[in-house]
């Protein structure tokens, strides 16, 4: 299985920062079928990015991803109070999908 | 409109068996795979496999394999996970999702094994 390996752990920082979170690979993605998901206290996970860099259906455009072959960022340009919850990567690439252990961004 | 819908909250005790699950509407409920997420208390996400209802064919994560039966009914657009003997450790939120890029999720379901 592909170990997706999320860091940092945990970012603080202040609204209207930049945020960049980063997840590695074990093995190269197949066709960059890496996705990010954010998730809040107490609710299922949103899909913010697919196939490393495509933004789902209705998410602001200061969320990005970028990266390939093992090296994956998503980068939150401005941060906004809703922002501060865990992101997680996952990939989808191989026969058996996983995700990292997530990154938590909280107000510093 | 998509919707996956789970099944609601369950209690059980150690030993027991449980099948929960997870029915789809507002698509074509054959041609998308279902992949379930366990997430134990205060952490992370963890995929656990999926099935592709079209044609039964499931993966599982070498986590869950043999501790965890993933199975579907097309005939009511209904996927399933199931244990035949539950653990304490198996306290966790379970979520159904529709294929790795659509984002849609069910609700969770929230099982708690305790004596």
């Known amino acids: 299985e592909i170990v997706l390996t999320q860091s940092p752990g945990t970012l603080s920082l202040s609204p209207g920062e930049r945020a960049t979170l980063s997840c590695r690979a074990s093995q190269s993605v197949s066709s960059n079928y890496l996705a990010w998901y954010q998730q809040r206290p107490g609710q299922a996970p949103r899909l913010l990015i697919y196939g490393a860099s495509s933004r789902a259906t209705g998410i602001p455009d200061r969320f990005s991803g970028s990266g390939s072959g093992t090296d994956f960022t998503l980068t939150i340009s401005r941060l906004e109070p809703e922002d501060f919850a865990v992101y997680y990567c996952q990939q989808y690439g191989s026969s058996r999908w996983t995700f990292g252990q997530g990154t938590k961004v909280e107000i510093k | 409109e998509v919707q996956l819908v789970q099944s609601g909250a369950e209690v059980r005790k150690p030993g027991e068996s449980l099948k929960i699950s997870c029915k789809g509407s507002?698509?074509?409920?054959?041609?998308?795979?279902i992949a379930w997420v366990r997430q134990m208390p205060g952490k992370g996400l963890e995929w656990m496999g999926i099935?592709?209802?079209?044609?039964?064919?499931?993966r599982y994560s070498l986590s869950f394999q043999g501790q965890v039966t993933i199975s579907a009914d097309k005939s009511i657009s209904t996927a399933y996970l199931q244990w035949s003997s539950l653990k304490a450790s198996d306290t966790a939120m379970y979520y159904c999702?529709?294929?790795?890029?659509?984002?849609?999720w069910g609700q969770g379901t929230r099982v708690t094994v305790s004596s």
């Open positions: 099935i592709y209802p079209g044609d039964s064919d499931t």
């Open positions: 999702a529709l294929g790795a890029t659509t984002g849609y």
């Open positions: 507002g698509y074509n409920f054959t041609t998308y795979w």
